[in-house]
Each structure stands twice: as structure tokens, then as C-alpha cells.
């Protein structure tokens, strides 16, 4: 097990740089520029400004440039938010992303574990075809659709909660819920789909024909290794999450790291979007590390491999 999670990590480096390489180029290469204002600025202005902020010469000199500059721990200046580092402004933001995800998160699995687990045991029946139908509703409904008919909702229609904000719990409500709500679905049916094919066990069939109550087997014995596809799926949900959070950020004037990169990516921030990407990319490889490293555990069987 450490064996394998060295090599993971080992091979995780490369991955981290390409993917900031590849950032840094594309941002670079996309129209416009980080100086330009309502006034044009004169070739020697440029010329001083790329050369102070390190954007001078040909492309792969910027990016071998600004890659020794990463590997030293130094992700840069803002271009945008003038006198603040991409460290500074990542350390400041990234706790309410964070935060956000979080709630969002364990309300996903909160959710759609139950109710997978409640359809599983009413298998055919009706109160199943809802559930299928509620979670193909929650995966259909994008969520720069569902936050804003939220807010018309819960707060001017029905003014229960705020619209908008970040400091009390309550403003946290209707942001974790919209980001949560389409992941619950896929929670669900990956976990009615796990129990459905454990159900149907030998050792399950067992436990039945000796008088457990099915209660007891579904919890006990049948949800543990029916959770396995949830779990390896918890990775790339809380990626997705975490990167989901940028629109709802925006529409709930949150001041997470969401609505600095969207500010970056508009004012050509090279940066602070390659900062923003890089920090991306570890959390999606360290929360994929730690749902194979839970597959593991709940499963012996399993053999991981590099």
C-alpha cells in the first residue's frame, strides 16, 4: 500500500506540470492582452510591463520561465489585482471553496445514499420509478439554471432565505444546495445499482434462508461492498464539485476562488488562472489517491496497481 501511494505520487508530479504548462500556453495564446486598458498603451510601456512581469520572449521561454518560477514555490504576481500575489489571494479564497464543497459534498452522499439504498429495497416498484425519475431530473438541470430559478424561489418569491453573500450560515443554504442537488442523483443510483447486484449474492441468498431480517442484511452486510463504484466515483465528485462551485460563486456573489478565476480568465490574468489550475489538479489527484486508497480498504480483494 505506502509502495503504491509513493508511485501515485511520484507520477502525479509530471501530471501537475504538464497540466500548468499547458495552462499558462493556452492563456497566453488567447486574444487580448493582460495590460490592455481603455487606452492604448505605447510598445515601450509593453515592452516594460512583460518584461517586469516575466511575459517577454517567445512562448517557451515564458513557460520554462514561469515553470522554475512554480518549482521554487513562487506562483506569481496578479495582473489583475495589482500589489496581491496568486498565493496570497488563493490562501484568502480557497477556504470558502472549500468550505462550500464540503457541505455540498457530505449533502450529496447525505442524500443519495439513502435514498439509493430506499429504492434498491422497493426494486420495480413505484416509489423506485420516482427516484429514477428524480435523479435523471437532478442530472438533466444545469446548474447555471437551477441557482438562479433558486434564488427567484427562496428569495423573492419566498423570501425564507438570503440571495446572495458570504458570513452566516443561512447564506451558505441555498449555494450547497444547488451545487449538492445534481450529484445526489448520481449518488443514488450508483449506490441502488451496487445493492441491486450485491442483493443478489450467494452470501446474501444465505443470510436470507437463515432468517436475517432484510433490514439487517441491506445495512450490515450487502451496503459495504455496494458502496465500492460510490467511492471510487467520490474522487472525481469532489472535483467536480470543487469545480462546479465556480458558477454558483458567481451567482451567489461568494468570494471563493471560483470568482477570481473567472476574473482572471476575463482580464487575461495568466498568473492567477495557472495558479487557480495548478491548485485544481492537486486536489483532483489527491482525492482520486484517497478513494483508491478507500476501494482498498473496503475491499482486500482489490489489488492496486500503478
Not at 416509489?127 to 444545469?142: E, Q, V, Y
Not at 463504484?229 to 471560483?258: D, Q, R
Not at 498568473?271 to 485544481?280: H, M, N, W
Request: net charge positive; hydrophobic share 55%.
Amino acid at each position: 500500500m505506502i509502495s503504491f501511494l509513493l508511485r501515485r505520487l511520484l507520477s502525479s508530479i509530471p501530471v501537475a506540470l504538464l497540466v500548468i504548462v499547458v495552462c499558462f500556453l493556452l492563456v497566453r495564446l488567447a486574444p487580448g492582452s493582460p495590460f490592455s486598458s481603455e487606452r492604448a498603451l505605447d510598445p515601450a510601456t509593453q515592452q516594460m510591463l512583460e518584461s517586469k512581469y516575466g511575459l517577454s520572449g517567445s512562448l517557451p521561454e515564458q513557460s520554462l520561465r514561469y515553470l522554475g518560477n512554480v518549482l521554487r514555490g513562487d506562483l506569481g504576481d496578479s495582473l489583475k489585482f495589482r500589489g496581491r500575489t496568486v498565493l496570497e489571494i488563493i490562501s484568502q479564497s480557497l477556504p470558502r471553496s472549500l468550505l462550500l464543497g464540503s457541505i455540498a459534498f457530505l449533502l450529496a452522499l447525505g442524500l443519495g445514499v439513502p435514498l439509493g439504498a430506499w429504492a434498491a429495497a422497493r426494486n420495480g416498484k413505484t416509489a423506485d420509478k420516482w427516484l429514477n425519475g428524480f435523479a435523471l431530473l437532478t442530472l438533466s438541470i444545469p446548474t447555471f439554471v437551477l441557482a438562479p430559478v433558486a434564488v427567484l424561489g427562496f428569495s423573492f418569491a419566498l423570501p425564507l432565505l438570503p440571495p446572495a453573500g458570504w458570513g452566516t450560515p443561512l447564506q451558505l443554504v441555498l449555494p450547497s444546495i444547488c451545487l449538492a442537488l445534481p450529484f445526489v442523483g448520481v449518488c443514488a443510483r450508483l449506490t441502488r445499482s451496487g445493492l441491486l447486484e450485491t442483493i443478489g449474492a450467494d452470501f446474501i441468498r444465505t443470510g436470507r434462508a437463515k432468517g436475517v431480517s432484510e433490514k439487517t442484511l441491506i445495512l450490515l452486510h450487502a451496503l459495504r461492498p455496494a458502496v465500492l463504484p460510490l467511492v471510487a466515483y467520490a474522487g472525481p465528485l469532489a472535483a467536480s464539485i470543487l469545480t462546479g462551485s465556480l458558477v454558483i460563486e458567481e451567482v451567489f456573489a461568494i468570494p471563493g476562488i471560483g470568482q477570481f478565476f473567472v476574473s482572471g480568465v476575463m482580464n487575461r490574468d495568466v498568473f492567477l488562472v495557472s495558479g487557480v489550475v495548478l491548485i485544481y489538479c492537486l486536489l483532483l489527484l489527491f482525492f482520486n489517491l484517497i478513494a483508491d486508497w478507500l476501494t482498498a480498504i473496503l475491499d482486500p480483494r482489490i489489488r492496486l496497481q500503478s
